[in-house]
């Protein structure tokens, strides 16, 4: 069974909003550490935004402002606003998690290596 399934992932046009959810197989979410990652075609996977398990929170320079990353440890659900999307953010979004003795420093939230378990991802397709 999957541990993370991604979902809210579409077709827009620049200056849109979608918000992505990723429910998780994960108990208790609280002691997890999550993120968001991107994989555009043609280039490496990289993070996006992440939240630790004291809600701090880390985003990549192109998101700051317009990303919101949160976590709902009741629902067991990770979520990412997206306003103002640019065409550059297309991408395949995948949602991490990793137990938080893996990710204590905030400084490795965007690393990939950090993160044991991985969802199957959702495209977001942003045209101008």
């Known amino acids: 069974a999957q541990v993370l399934v991604e979902s809210g992932g579409g077709s827009l046009q620049a200056g849109g909003s979608l918000r992505l959810s990723c429910a998780a197989a994960l108990y208790p979410l609280s002691t997890y550490c999550m993120a968001w990652f991107r994989q555009a075609p043609g280039k490496e996977r990289e993070g996006v935004a992440a939240?630790?398990?004291?809600?701090?929170?880390r985003y990549t320079n192109s998101v700051e402002g317009r990303f919101t990353i949160t976590k709902d440890n009741a629902k067991n659900t990770l979520y990412l606003q997206m306003n103002s999307l640019r065409p550059e953010d297309t991408a395949m979004y995948y949602c991490?998690?990793?137990?938080?003795?893996?990710?204590?420093?905030?400084?490795?939230?965007?690393?990939?290596?950090?993160?044991?378990?991985w969802g199957q991802g959702t495209q977001v397709t942003v045209s101008s």
């Open positions: 991490a998690a990793s137990p938080f003795s893996r990710c204590a420093a905030r400084a490795m939230l965007l690393v990939q290596t950090v993160y044991d378990y």
């Open positions: 939240i630790n398990t004291v809600g701090s929170t």
